[in-house]
Antibody, heavy 118, light 107 residues
Framework: QVQLVQSGAEVRKPGASVKVSCRSSGYTFTDYYIHWVRQAPGQGLEWMGRINPISGDTNYVQKFQGRVTMTRDTSITTAYMELSWLRSDDTALYYCAREDSREFFDFWGQGTLVTVSS | DIQLTQSPSSLSASVGDRVTITCRAS??????LNWYQKKAGKVPRLLIY???SLQSGVPSRFSGSGSGTDFTLTISSLQPEDFATYYC?????????FGQGTKVEIK
């Protein structure tokens, strides 16, 4: 069965970086884009970007350009999202999600809570 | 970038009510529009894709319609488990923007 398993909760100080992993299993990793979505406390879902697991090509929303880096390691079927220069308003639950060929998100990771606090 | 605006932002309804949520895109997106349900502590759940296609396993009381810039999610008879926040999302070209959400609460 398809599973996306994310790394555990993280606490960082403002100005630091965080790298969240998303390990995929149960399907061919290189056949599906992986996206990253976050939800801050009391806020809505926010799309951050995606990575093509075959090529490593990425698309980021402009808001995060220069601060976010998405990578993947096909040998261990894992995608990563690194966010740098963290601010308190980056405190959120970060999700990875798989994009189906029909352009929707059919499977999600369980979420990783990132807390930014001094 | 294309923006999605949902209305209302929240609503109160009773079990058995018919509920309609709208999503308006700032530019035409054909039928590249998906709907998700989000409950606290749970991951988002896909309900409708390509504007009107019901995802496998989703109850038939959920339906979607629309194309171009105006879309609708309808719950024909609200059930207790449907109290949640609903999000529309565009696909096709990035960014895959979400609407701001509509919270459906118990009246």
């Amino acid at each position: 069965q398809v599973q996306l398993v994310q790394s555990g909760a993280e606490v960082r100080k403002p100005g630091a970086s965080v790298k969240v992993s998303c390990r995929s299993s149960g399907y061919t990793f290189t056949d599906y884009y992986i996206h990253w979505v976050r939800q801050a406390p009391g806020q809505g879902l926010e799309w951050m970007g995606r990575i093509n697991p075959i090529s490593g090509d990425t698309n980021y929303v402009q808001k995060f350009q220069g601060r976010v880096t998405m990578t993947r390691d096909t040998s261990i079927t894992t995608a990563y999202m690194e966010l740098s220069w963290l601010r308190s308003d980056d405190t959120a639950l970060y999700y990875c999600a798989r994009e189906d060929s029909r352009e929707f998100f059919d499977f999600w990771g369980q979420g990783t809570l990132v807390t930014v606090s001094s | 970038d294309i923006q999605l605006t949902q209305s209302p932002s929240s609503l109160s309804a009773s079990v058995g009510d018919r509920v309609t949520i709208t999503c308006r895109a700032s530019q035409t997106i054909s039928t590249y529009l998906n709907w998700y349900q989000k409950k606290a502590g749970k991951v988002p759940r896909l309900l409708i894709y390509s504007a009107s296609s019901l995802q496998s396993g989703v109850p038939s009381r959920f339906s979607g319609s629309g194309s171009g810039t105006d879309f609708t999610l309808t719950i024909s008879s609200l059930q207790p488990e449907d109290f949640a926040t609903y999000y529309c999302q565009k696909s096709y070209n990035t960014p895959y923007t979400f609407g701001q959400g509509t919270k459906v609460e118990i009246k």
